[in-house]
């Protein structure tokens, strides 16, 4: 995570989720989907085992440098990985 930085929205976020720094760089470094956004912001999402398959959600400005963690979250939409 070292080539990202937090927005404090998502420092913020990822203290109220319980969301570990281990999580979100495995989510940046190795996910499971990489979508593209209309509004030039990137989304990284990957299962996470740790909390029973639940899919983390990264969304990162990639505009910006260096680039900046907008939100982190848990995406009740993709359900869970079986």
């Known amino acids: 995570m070292d080539d990202y930085v937090f927005s404090r929205h998502a420092k913020e976020?990822?203290?109220q989720r319980g969301i570990k720094d281990p999580w979100v760089d495995?989510?940046?470094k190795n996910?499971?989907?990489k979508v593209s956004g209309i509004d030039g912001t990137v989304r990284?999402?990957?299962a996470?085992?740790?909390r029973?398959?639940?899919y983390l959600c990264v969304v990162i400005n990639?505009?910006?440098m260096p680039p900046r963690i907008?939100?982190?979250f848990f995406d009740g939409r993709l359900g869970r990985k079986e």
């Open 13 to 15: 976020m990822k203290q």
């Open 26 to 28: 495995l989510t940046l």
């Open 31 to 33: 996910p499971d989907i």
């Open 44 to 46: 990284y999402i990957r």
């Open 48 to 50: 996470i085992n740790e």
């Open 52 to 54: 029973d398959g639940r």
């Open 62 to 64: 990639p505009c910006v």
């Open 70 to 72: 907008v939100t982190v």
